[in-house]
């Protein structure tokens, strides 16, 4: 399923984990075919990632979505080699950190990637802004300099005037702005999130969800994403792929999981999800193909979600116009591709 | 296997262990009884027979002997240990040198600004005064001296204890060495640590110091260890995904993290490396406990109040800011402090040039004559009260006469040893199986092959006497801080201010009262182990979660039958560990009580200290204390282990 890209930032190949004494013959029994359950009561082993292989191209983002104890951390930390995968090729922007030594993945670390995790993961005894500064300090960098460029951070991520606070004095939405600014402050090209908004607010999260969009326009990141919302999911991602037992079940685009679901485990997500407000006209727009734009059809942005350009399908026989930034025709909605993704989605 | 079947082996399991566990008490109960009708039946097992009596301390004596005369030629001491004495003693004295050189009046104003710094202005001025007071009080000198002592077994401590602890952390291999090696150093009453060091060292500060290291060393280690093991993995994580080694993730975000936990492992290491500089008077120490020892020797309780006074005031400024300096906030202060702070220093240096530093003799005033004079009051008037037979004489008389006494004879000669020596093997038995049965009888039979029978005997009935008291007392307080918070509140400084007392201290206000004997040192350790036994029996109750309280009161249970039928077994794990510590601390001041005529082993090991010719008898009774101290210890945490319920599978 995997289709190597030239370009790809991040590589992943048949990485498998296994935690426990036996990770063997807890291998033997997964090809086999049986459940992690099943392989932890006889070996006593846990299957955490399976035979997971993907990459991620550069300014990708890549959104791995599961239930909890589906092993999406265990993965991204596989990736990002804070774990030992137990089989399996990691290459990262060029680097083999599965045959790298320390020296190398330190430097990799210190210069191309950052990590931002569910809970944080502040420095409680430091301030914030000693928190931003941090990777940069291992780096080796001047006090004065890493503490010019963390507040420079905080203004991006909303937190001018926060410098001189301890991390517990801030709100959790706050504090996961630090852990933000702290990931960017390295200016690293590939960035890891472990279910960053998880433990937010539903309001907080969505703020924080359309400022990373944001700031992702901007920075053109490589983003490696998990979460367990598949809402999040379908909003953030690029591509997402979706997680069972250790296992990718499926990885596509938004728009191919919710049109076509590889089994009914992510029939189960699709069914539920709030397609008509995730889907944006460009996702489902089909591509204009020299036909004759009638100025009397109806116009919406490339960004409009499918529910606000329903009303203007319904009882109409002419597709809705989809227009960029400069009002220019890009494509056509047609009401059947809609009203085709809506009904998958709702049997 | 089905879900079905394993829960019924698993009840099954729990069935058998459960009527295993009964049958096993009636059978260790039977068998007591059945030993000690055997044994009374032949008179002729009364005390363990003289006669099997190894002769340890013969050796011993002989071995010192030898050290002392080898002491300047043998390679042992001229390539080992005189360096080691030599490089002590130079640091101990270079510290007295520096801390002599400032003025007198710097010290008062030091503790001033560090107490209001780290705990606040009214704690400041305090500091301020009872620092003058000592001088007032002419303790000056031997101030320096336990200070010096102190100071320099401090930093030895930090500067073993706090690598070691990283090292503990790091590798489970020195972990599993340390963990053991620390939990039997702990049960051991510090004063047991003088003898080894004597036999080696003689009287004098480096054996002080080195004994006080050992005993205080604890603390700091377990605690590093404790804090480094419990940063959260997550800020770990985060240090190393910026590419941070090894090594400036341990100096960046653990060791910072871990900071409170050293920091209070460092308060507990000085509290006890204060009290066992106090007892280290015994050998020679100098000091404040110097002077207390000496006035106790000579019954000069007005002068060893003045010095227990200076030792606790002391001690309590050292906890104070021990305490205060991780979590130190002078607020409002924090700038006039800074001010304050360069002052002083100015202040001192200059002071220190001048040359200021003889705390002036027109400032003395001396408060023994009056405390002499109440204690001889007391004498005369508490001792009985108007001939009624009511005071503190009739009342040592009976304890005494009516407990002490009869449980003394009663366990050293009317229960046969042989019996006692099974009753020990088969509470071991019973509280936890074959091997603490076997290490039991063991250490039983070991102290009687050092001919310690008879005085262990009478310190563990002086112990026991002790420890019901201090229970008796102890956990109905415990019960009603437990359902009280406003007591709770209240007592707590009380109890904190008895924890801080170095516990040679505290025999000297009971003796003012009850004169000299085995009381003073039964109730001076009632009053020791007391705060112990309240907080434990309050934390254990405390423990039981509010949805059983309220379930028990659903239906219907009063107050006393909540307490009796639910809280106290749920307790019950928690309340055996409080007769643990209360055991421990108690054993540990008996010992010590020896030097008010306490006797039983705390008298031998007193005088071995004090007379070289009995070196090898106070050996033999250092060895039976930590026997018993083992056996107690062993005994009491694995009745604890056995009140716990079933642990969830
Ligand atoms: N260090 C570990 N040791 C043993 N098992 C682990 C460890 N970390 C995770 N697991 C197991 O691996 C599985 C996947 O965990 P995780 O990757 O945390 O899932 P997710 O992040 O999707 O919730 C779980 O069953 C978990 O119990
Ligand atoms: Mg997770």
Known sequence: MDTASETAQVRVEGVWKVFGRKPGEAREMAEAGATREEIQTTTGSVVAVRDVTFHVDA???????????????????????????????????????????????????????????????????????????????????????????????LDTVGLEGWGDHYPQQLSGGMQQRVGLARALAVDPEVLFFDEPFSALDPLIRRDMQDELIDLQMKLQRTLVFITHDFAEALKLADRIAIMNDGAFVQVGTPVEILTSPADDYVRAFTQDAPVAKVLQACSLMRPLDGTAVDPGWPQVSMTTPLETALPHLLGSTSPVVVVDEDNAPVGLLHGDDVAGVISENRP | MTVVEEARRTANGLRTASGSRLARFILAIGTIVVLVLVFRLSTNFGVFPESWDIGLADPIDRARRWLISNQTSHWLYTAFLNPITDAIDWGIRRLESILKWFPWYSYPLITGVGLWWTRGRVAGVLGLASVSLIGIIDLWEESFATLALMGVSVLISMIIGIPLGIAAWRSDAVARVVRPTLDAMQTMPGFVYLIPFVLLFGVGRVPALISTVIFALAPVVRLTEVGLRTVPQVTVEASEMFGATERQTLRLVRLPQARPAIFAGMNQTTMLAMSMVVIAAFIGAGGLGQVVLRAMQSIEVGQASEAGIAIVIMAIILDRFSTGIATADPGHDALALRWLAVAVTVVAVVGGLLGHNEFPESLNWQFAPYVDDATDWARDNLYDIGGSGIGTGPFSDFVTLRFVTPLRELLSSDVPWPAMIGIGVVLGLWARGIRLAVGIGAALFAIGFLGMW?????????????????????????????????????????????????????????????????IPGIIASVIYALPAAVHYTDLGLRRVPAEIHEAAESFGATRGQRLRRVEMPLAAPELMVAVNQVIMLILAMVVIAGLVGGGGLGLEA???????????????????????ASILDRLTRAIADRLRPPAAV
């Open chain 1, 59 to 153: 300014g990708e983002t890549f959104v791995v979505m599961g239930l909890s104890g589906s092993g999406k951390s265990t993965l991204i930390r596989c990736v990002s080699h804070l774990v030992e995968p137990t089989e399996g090729r990691v290459e990262l922007c060029g680097v083999e950190l599965t045959r790298a030594d320390h020296a190398t993945l330190r430097n990799l670390r210190r210069q191309k990637m950052a990590m931002v995790f569910q809970h944080f993961g502040l420095f409680p005894h430091r301030k914030v802004v000693d928190n931003v500064a941090y990777g940069l300090e291992v780096q080796g960098v001047d006090r004065q300099d890493r503490q010019d460029r963390a507040r420079e951070l």
């Open chain 2, 454 to 518: 008879a005085l262990s005997m009478d310190t563990l009935a002086q112990t026991i006497v002790a420890v019901a008291i201090t229970l008796i007392i102890g956990v109905p307080v415990g019960i009603m801080t437990s359902h009280n918070d406003l007591l709770r509140t209240a007592l707590k400084p009380v109890l904190d201010f008895f924890q801080t007392i170095p516990s040679f201290v505290l025999l000297v206000p009971v003796i003012t009262l009850f004169h000299v004997g085995r």
């Open chain 2, 606 to 628: 007193v005088r071995g200290l004090r007379r070289s010719d009995a070196v090898g008898r106070g050996f033999e009774a250092g060895i039976a204390i930590v026997l018993l």
